[in-house]
Antibody, heavy 119, light 107 residues
Framework: QVQLQESGPGLVKPSETLSLTCTVS??????????WTWIRQPPGMGLEWIGY???????KYNPSLKSRVTISVDTSKNQFSLRVRSVTAADTAVYYC???????????WGQGTLVTVSS | DIQMTQSPSSLSASVGDRVTMTCRTS??????LNWYQQKPGKAPKLLIY???SLQSGVPSRFSGGGSGTDFTLTINSLQVEDFATYYC?????????FGQGTRLEIK
Protein backbone atom coordinates (compact mmCIF):
# COMPACT_ATOMS: atom_id res chain seq x y z
CA GLN A 1 0.00 0.00 0.00
CA VAL A 2 1.51 3.28 -1.14
CA GLN A 3 1.58 6.03 1.47
CA LEU A 4 2.62 9.66 1.16
CA GLN A 5 3.51 11.99 4.01
CA GLU A 6 4.17 15.72 3.81
CA SER A 7 6.64 17.41 6.13
CA GLY A 8 7.94 20.92 6.60
CA PRO A 9 7.43 24.15 8.54
CA GLY A 10 3.87 25.12 9.37
CA LEU A 11 4.69 28.82 9.50
CA VAL A 12 6.58 30.86 6.90
CA LYS A 13 7.22 34.59 6.89
CA PRO A 14 6.10 36.77 3.98
CA SER A 15 8.69 37.09 1.18
CA GLU A 16 10.47 33.91 2.33
CA THR A 17 10.51 30.47 0.73
CA LEU A 18 8.06 27.70 1.57
CA SER A 19 9.71 24.26 1.46
CA LEU A 20 7.88 20.96 1.82
CA THR A 21 8.93 17.36 1.37
CA CYS A 22 6.79 14.36 0.55
CA THR A 23 8.06 10.95 1.62
CA VAL A 24 6.73 8.02 -0.35
CA SER A 25 6.54 4.59 1.27
CA UNK A 26 5.25 1.25 0.05
CA UNK A 27 6.75 1.68 -3.40
CA UNK A 28 9.69 3.16 -5.24
CA UNK A 29 9.34 6.70 -6.51
CA UNK A 30 11.28 5.52 -9.54
CA UNK A 31 8.97 2.73 -10.56
CA UNK A 32 6.01 3.07 -12.85
CA UNK A 33 4.74 5.91 -14.96
CA UNK A 34 3.75 8.27 -12.18
CA UNK A 35 3.46 12.01 -11.78
CA TRP A 36 4.51 13.17 -8.32
CA THR A 37 2.12 16.00 -7.71
CA TRP A 38 1.50 18.93 -5.39
CA ILE A 39 -1.98 20.38 -4.83
CA ARG A 40 -3.06 23.02 -2.35
CA GLN A 41 -6.29 24.15 -0.73
CA PRO A 42 -6.68 27.53 1.00
CA PRO A 43 -8.78 27.30 4.17
CA GLY A 44 -12.45 26.88 3.31
CA MET A 45 -11.79 26.98 -0.42
CA GLY A 46 -11.31 24.68 -3.39
CA LEU A 47 -8.36 22.75 -4.77
CA GLU A 48 -5.53 24.24 -6.83
CA TRP A 49 -3.10 22.11 -8.81
CA ILE A 50 0.47 23.36 -8.33
CA GLY A 51 2.38 20.99 -10.59
CA TYR A 52 4.23 17.72 -10.86
CA UNK A 53 7.50 16.01 -11.59
CA UNK A 54 7.14 13.00 -13.82
CA UNK A 55 8.75 9.59 -13.74
CA UNK A 56 11.10 10.84 -16.47
CA UNK A 57 12.11 13.88 -14.43
CA UNK A 58 10.22 16.44 -16.45
CA UNK A 59 8.22 19.06 -14.62
CA LYS A 60 5.00 20.91 -15.31
CA TYR A 61 3.73 23.83 -13.28
CA ASN A 62 0.60 25.90 -12.99
CA PRO A 63 1.32 29.17 -14.81
CA SER A 64 -0.31 31.06 -11.94
CA LEU A 65 2.66 29.98 -9.78
CA LYS A 66 5.25 28.96 -12.35
CA SER A 67 7.81 31.68 -11.75
CA ARG A 68 7.91 30.94 -8.02
CA VAL A 69 7.68 27.15 -7.89
CA THR A 70 10.18 24.33 -8.13
CA ILE A 71 9.39 20.64 -7.73
CA SER A 72 12.30 18.22 -7.42
CA VAL A 73 12.87 14.58 -6.59
CA ASP A 74 15.42 12.73 -4.46
CA THR A 75 15.23 9.10 -5.52
CA SER A 76 17.80 8.01 -2.92
CA LYS A 77 15.39 9.08 -0.17
CA ASN A 78 12.19 8.21 -2.06
CA GLN A 79 11.07 11.80 -1.64
CA PHE A 80 9.95 14.71 -3.75
CA SER A 81 9.87 18.34 -2.72
CA LEU A 82 8.13 21.64 -3.30
CA ARG A 83 9.61 25.10 -3.03
CA VAL A 84 7.53 28.25 -3.38
CA ARG A 85 9.51 31.48 -3.35
CA SER A 86 8.44 34.96 -2.25
CA VAL A 87 5.34 33.79 -0.42
CA THR A 88 2.46 36.04 0.62
CA ALA A 89 -0.64 35.49 2.74
CA ALA A 90 -2.36 34.18 -0.41
CA ASP A 91 -0.09 31.13 -0.25
CA THR A 92 -1.60 30.09 3.09
CA ALA A 93 -3.15 26.69 2.43
CA VAL A 94 -3.19 23.00 3.19
CA TYR A 95 -0.59 21.50 0.87
CA TYR A 96 -1.10 17.95 -0.37
CA CYS A 97 1.33 15.69 -2.14
CA UNK A 98 -0.17 12.99 -4.34
CA UNK A 99 0.63 10.31 -6.89
CA UNK A 100 -0.66 11.00 -10.34
CA UNK A 101 -1.03 8.57 -13.21
CA UNK A 102 -2.74 8.19 -16.52
CA UNK A 103 -3.80 11.58 -17.80
CA UNK A 104 -3.10 13.12 -14.40
CA UNK A 105 -5.67 11.87 -11.94
CA UNK A 106 -4.30 11.29 -8.45
CA UNK A 107 -4.97 8.03 -6.67
CA UNK A 108 -2.90 8.32 -3.47
CA TRP A 109 -2.69 11.47 -1.38
CA GLY A 110 -0.85 12.54 1.73
CA GLN A 111 -2.89 13.73 4.68
CA GLY A 112 -2.01 17.35 3.94
CA THR A 113 -0.08 19.92 5.91
CA LEU A 114 -1.23 23.43 6.75
CA VAL A 115 1.25 26.16 5.90
CA THR A 116 0.48 29.62 7.21
CA VAL A 117 2.24 32.67 5.81
CA SER A 118 2.46 35.29 8.52
CA SER A 119 5.02 37.50 10.19
CA ASP B 1 -6.93 27.50 -18.69
CA ILE B 2 -10.01 25.30 -18.82
CA GLN B 3 -12.65 26.64 -16.43
CA MET B 4 -14.74 24.13 -14.50
CA THR B 5 -18.27 24.87 -13.30
CA GLN B 6 -20.00 22.49 -10.93
CA SER B 7 -23.70 22.55 -10.23
CA PRO B 8 -25.40 22.73 -7.91
CA SER B 9 -22.98 24.26 -5.42
CA SER B 10 -24.87 22.52 -2.65
CA LEU B 11 -27.40 19.74 -2.55
CA SER B 12 -29.60 18.33 0.22
CA ALA B 13 -30.68 14.71 0.04
CA SER B 14 -31.77 11.81 2.22
CA VAL B 15 -30.25 8.41 2.83
CA GLY B 16 -31.40 6.11 0.06
CA ASP B 17 -31.84 8.87 -2.52
CA ARG B 18 -30.28 8.94 -5.96
CA VAL B 19 -28.42 12.16 -6.71
CA THR B 20 -26.71 13.55 -9.77
CA MET B 21 -24.32 16.47 -9.92
CA THR B 22 -22.87 18.13 -12.98
CA CYS B 23 -19.52 19.47 -14.11
CA ARG B 24 -19.23 21.68 -17.17
CA THR B 25 -15.94 22.56 -18.82
CA SER B 26 -15.25 25.81 -20.68
CA UNK B 27 -14.06 23.90 -23.74
CA UNK B 28 -14.47 20.46 -25.13
CA UNK B 29 -12.24 17.90 -23.50
CA UNK B 30 -11.70 14.25 -24.21
CA UNK B 31 -12.69 11.79 -21.54
CA UNK B 32 -10.10 13.07 -19.03
CA LEU B 33 -12.53 14.15 -16.35
CA ASN B 34 -12.12 12.88 -12.80
CA TRP B 35 -14.22 13.03 -9.63
CA TYR B 36 -13.08 13.24 -6.01
CA GLN B 37 -14.84 13.09 -2.65
CA GLN B 38 -13.56 15.17 0.25
CA LYS B 39 -14.64 15.01 3.87
CA PRO B 40 -13.79 17.75 6.38
CA GLY B 41 -10.15 17.68 7.44
CA LYS B 42 -9.30 14.88 5.03
CA ALA B 43 -7.52 14.60 1.71
CA PRO B 44 -9.65 14.15 -1.38
CA LYS B 45 -10.36 10.59 -2.45
CA LEU B 46 -10.45 9.54 -6.09
CA LEU B 47 -13.83 8.09 -7.11
CA ILE B 48 -13.99 8.17 -10.91
CA TYR B 49 -11.28 8.69 -13.55
CA UNK B 50 -11.53 9.14 -17.29
CA UNK B 51 -15.16 10.21 -16.92
CA UNK B 52 -16.61 6.79 -16.18
CA SER B 53 -13.96 4.41 -14.78
CA LEU B 54 -14.59 3.44 -11.18
CA GLN B 55 -11.47 3.60 -9.01
CA SER B 56 -10.58 0.35 -7.29
CA GLY B 57 -12.30 -0.04 -3.94
CA VAL B 58 -14.99 2.57 -4.61
CA PRO B 59 -18.57 1.29 -4.18
CA SER B 60 -20.50 0.60 -7.37
CA ARG B 61 -23.25 3.05 -6.35
CA PHE B 62 -20.95 5.76 -7.70
CA SER B 63 -20.94 6.24 -11.45
CA GLY B 64 -19.70 8.85 -13.87
CA GLY B 65 -20.75 9.81 -17.37
CA GLY B 66 -20.73 12.47 -20.00
CA SER B 67 -18.53 13.73 -22.79
CA GLY B 68 -17.53 16.93 -24.54
CA THR B 69 -18.19 19.68 -22.03
CA ASP B 70 -20.84 18.12 -19.79
CA PHE B 71 -20.14 15.42 -17.24
CA THR B 72 -22.09 13.89 -14.38
CA LEU B 73 -21.48 12.06 -11.14
CA THR B 74 -24.38 9.94 -9.92
CA ILE B 75 -24.69 8.32 -6.53
CA ASN B 76 -27.33 5.63 -6.21
CA SER B 77 -28.87 4.80 -2.84
CA LEU B 78 -27.05 7.44 -0.77
CA GLN B 79 -25.36 6.22 2.39
CA VAL B 80 -24.51 8.29 5.46
CA GLU B 81 -20.81 8.17 4.59
CA ASP B 82 -21.48 9.78 1.19
CA PHE B 83 -22.27 13.20 2.65
CA ALA B 84 -19.22 15.21 1.68
CA THR B 85 -17.96 17.69 -0.90
CA TYR B 86 -17.37 16.47 -4.44
CA TYR B 87 -14.90 17.99 -6.88
CA CYS B 88 -14.46 17.42 -10.57
CA UNK B 89 -11.04 17.79 -12.19
CA UNK B 90 -9.97 17.97 -15.81
CA UNK B 91 -6.64 16.43 -16.75
CA UNK B 92 -7.05 16.92 -20.48
CA UNK B 93 -4.71 19.90 -20.66
CA UNK B 94 -2.31 21.81 -18.47
CA UNK B 95 -2.85 23.38 -16.08
CA UNK B 96 -5.01 20.73 -14.48
CA UNK B 97 -8.03 22.49 -12.99
CA PHE B 98 -10.74 21.67 -10.48
CA GLY B 99 -14.34 22.69 -10.12
CA GLN B 100 -15.39 24.71 -7.09
CA GLY B 101 -17.13 21.72 -5.50
CA THR B 102 -20.63 20.46 -4.77
CA ARG B 103 -21.46 20.09 -1.10
CA LEU B 104 -23.81 17.17 -0.44
CA GLU B 105 -25.71 17.59 2.81
CA ILE B 106 -28.17 15.46 4.72
CA LYS B 107 -31.78 16.63 4.40
Amino acid sequence: QVQLQESGPGLVKPSETLSLTCTVSGGSINSGSYYWTWIRQPPGMGLEWIGYISYSGSTKYNPSLKSRVTISVDTSKNQFSLRVRSVTAADTAVYYCARGLGSGWTDYWGQGTLVTVSS
Amino acid sequence: DIQMTQSPSSLSASVGDRVTMTCRTSQTISRYLNWYQQKPGKAPKLLIYDASSLQSGVPSRFSGGGSGTDFTLTINSLQVEDFATYYCQQSDSSPITFGQGTRLEIK
